[in-house]
């Protein structure tokens, strides 16, 4: 199809409709040629469209229907609710996630989407943002990483990628028109890093930007940050969406780079049409904008054409990337796995039990789930008729609605009498929803009082946090023998809460983001969330385990924990040019996998300020029960490497750099030192991909 010819033979009404959304989530149709109309649709982690706007109803209802008979319903259209993205930061795997980009990709594919609302990819630069349930991580190394595997199995299924809110969007409050006022080199190294990443390793199809004003301008009129640095300097060729709302002229937002506005928008056509009889854009300007929404068009085309989309598999996977984002934080005396033979009553508290919390609120929200797995269902299964199972539920613990006194009595005596207490803690959706942010990162009063008061007949105690991000535990963790976190993880994790609770899924997540004490240890917090008109982010480069690690300060549980069933050694570490090499010994007898990270510190004589240490590098990788392997990475040039703001390039610096080998941030296993020469790393451009 010629596209071009179409251009030209388009009139100026029709050029201006097609720049704009035409509803919610779809654009404008071109009657007069033969082009389809394009939808964009939330959300990361599932489908969330309404049945009116379902195209292909018999089709699809068809196929759901034969895998889960009772998956029609309501509103919205049956999808799959894969786990959210802290959950998915958790697992440290991009090949798993590459799966779950596959399988959404399979769906949209399936119901006629052109474009998948993520992932989102923004930093959490504080536990207190609603929406960090949402994004991967702390680091932009490995958000950056994830959001790559995510965007390309996405896109393997011919359905575009969009990856979200570009940039430095990191809190809900005001987020519709507070500034984020932020240093380049901190937004080189920590906001803008995992976008480049993501361009640059995977070629998303399209961007969306964020709301918020960047250093005094709107994301969504911003010509630097979308022209100059995502396009001219980063190789972006895809098309750019607005945030749903966040265009003020929808001029302004063309001159910006952006070739949708969503949703519709009213006073956009009378926008354009006076700064084009204005001169302020001009035929060139709208042409470009066009011919970039129909290579997007060419690029997924195929959505047009029927699809085959496997539900019952797709709910497998998610289940295996449930399995895979457990983070066990406490295993005291080994109380897990629980053990049947030995097990003959156990005792289930809090509601999480029953209705686990999948996933968060707001535009990512999946409302029709084709399955849901239900915790204490699985348990049940799983421990079989020889266990009695015991379950106490919001009625019973719920000390708003019961006097303490009554609830205690009767849950102490139930914890006496069991051989090991499992308490589900969550929160609600104001713990991790869109456009609101949290007040604190405590659990619920009551659920914390249960915990105690069971504590005081049961050193078993087992406690799930159903949680969309970091809680703060030293108030109680002393009660509990066992921890356990399963995020926010899909439709899928009830099974996997039982697998692992059971010993079937050996643990294997590592934390993703910093569990802190107190939210005054936070260094961010001192600066959030701003005067209603902005925010500066004075911590600059030291967000999360950066400002942690260097200042010594101790948290609950630190970056890139997490323990396994298996027990793991690391030995003889070489570095050989580029490559990293280390024999890593699973010393158990169980199979498991270990997330090896790598950090870098910089050099002692370093002229420039660091934190005490960065992420360069990770890999997950499976053992079996008394083996070992010799596990291989690759070190380039960018893991010794910070934004020069002087010379306005990825640059580096003499010296002699340490490279840390281990399974946190904290736990440094082996150690080696490499002296660098900046001459030899430095590249023409000053770019690293």
């Not at 084009?276 to 035929?283: K, N, Q, T």
């Not at 080994?334 to 707001?362: C, F, M, Q, T």
């Not at 590098?617 to 070992?628: C, D, E, L, W």
Request: with cysteine.
């Amino acid at each position: 199809m010629d596209y071009k010819q179409i251009i030209k033979e388009m009139t100026l009404e029709e050029k201006f409709h097609y720049l704009t959304g035409a509803d919610m989530n779809a654009g404008y149709k071109l009657e007069r040629f033969p082009i389809e109309r394009m939808r964009y649709h939330d959300g990361p982690f599932g489908l969330k469209m309404k049945v009116k706007d379902n195209s292909r109803k018999e089709m699809m209802e068809k196929k759901v229907r034969s895998a889960f008979p009772n998956a029609v319903k309501g509103d919205e259209v049956p999808s799959t609710a894969f786990p959210t993205g802290c959950a998915m930061g958790a697992t440290w795997d991009e090949e798993l996630i590459q799966k779950v980009g596959n399988a959404l990709g399979e769906e949209y594919h399936a119901y006629g989407i052109n474009a998948i609302l993520g992932p989102a990819m923004n930093i959490k630069r504080h536990p207190l943002c609603g929406r960090n349930f949402e994004y991967f991580s702390e680091d932009p190394y490995l958000t950056g990483k994830l959001g790559s595997a995510y965007v390309k199995g996405v896109q393997e299924k011919g359905v575009s990628a969009c990856p979200k809110h570009f940039a430095a969007n990191n809190q809900e409050t005001g987020r519709h028109d507070v500034c984020s006022e932020v240093d380049e080199r901190t937004l080189r190294e920590i906001y803008y890093r995992p976008f480049e990443m993501v361009v640059k390793e995977t070629k998303p199809w399209a961007m969306m930007c964020a709301y918020n004003r960047l250093n005094g301008v709107y994301a969504s009129e911003h010509k630097q940050l979308l022209q100059d640095i995502l396009r001219d300097e980063w190789g972006f060729d895809g098309i750019i969406i607005s945030d749903w709302g966040s265009v003020k002229n929808r001029a302004y937002s063309l001159l910006a780079s952006i070739e949708m506005c969503m949703p519709y928008q009213e006073e956009a056509f009378g926008q354009l049409q006076e700064a084009y009889s204005e001169g302020i854009i001009d035929d060139q300007t709208v042409d470009a904008a066009l011919e970039r929404l129909f290579l997007f068009y060419d690029r997924t085309k195929t959505v047009y054409e029927e699809s085959s989309c496997d539900f019952i598999q797709h709910h497998e996977i998610a289940v295996e990337a449930a399995r895979k984002s457990m983070v066990l934080l406490k295993n005291e005396g080994h109380i897990l796995p629980l053990d049947k033979e030995k097990l003959h009553k156990l005792l289930v508290v809090g509601e999480g039990a029953v209705k686990p919390y999948i996933g968060g609120d707001g535009s990512s929200r999946v409302e029709n789930m084709t399955q849901v797995d239900i915790p204490l269902e699985e348990l049940r299964k799983l421990l079989g008729e020889q266990v009695c199972i015991e379950f106490m539920g919001e009625d019973k613990v719920n000390a708003y609605k019961n006097t303490i006194g009554q609830m205690e009595t009767e849950l102490v005596e139930k914890a006496a009498a069991a051989d090991a207490v499992i308490v589900f803690v969550n929160g609600n959706f104001a713990s991790h929803s869109e456009a609101v942010d949290r007040n604190n990162i405590e659990i619920e009063p009551n659920m914390e009082h249960a915990i105690k008061a069971c504590a005081r007949v049961s050193k078993k105690i087992i406690v799930v946090l159903n949680v969309g991000g970091a809680v703060s535990t030293y108030k109680w963790d002393f009660c509990a023998a066992g921890i356990l976190v399963s995020w926010l993880g899909g439709q899928g994790m009830g099974k996997a809460i039982a697998e692992t609770l059971c010993g079937i899924n050996n643990p294997s997540g590592k934390l993703p983001e910093t569990f802190p004490k107190r939210l005054e240890d936070v260094e961010s917090l001192k600066n959030f969330p701003g005067d209603r008109h902005k925010v500066v982010y004075k911590e600059q480069l030291m967000v999360g385990y950066r400002h942690f690690d260097t200042n010594h300060i101790q948290p609950d549980y630190e970056f890139g924990f997490g323990l396994s069933y298996s027990e793991f050694e690391y030995s003889d570490l070489t570095l050989e040019g580029d490559e990293l090499t280390f024999v890593l010994a699973n010393t158990s007898e169980v199979d498991g996998d270990e997330v090896v990270q790598v950090y870098v510190e910089f050099s002692e004589t370093s002229w420039t300020s660091h934190p005490k240490q960065e992420l360069k590098a990770f890999q997950r990788v499976f053992v079996p029960a008394g083996m070992s392997v010799r596990v291989g990475i690759e070190l380039t040039e960018e893991a010794f490497a910070f934004y020069n703001t002087g010379l306005k390039k990825w640059t580096v610096e003499e010296g002699v750099y340490r490279i840390k080998v281990g399974s946190s941030s904290r736990k440094h296993v082996l150690c080696v030192e490499k002296e660098v020469k900046s001459n030899d790393f430095i590249t023409n451009e000053g770019q690293f991909v």
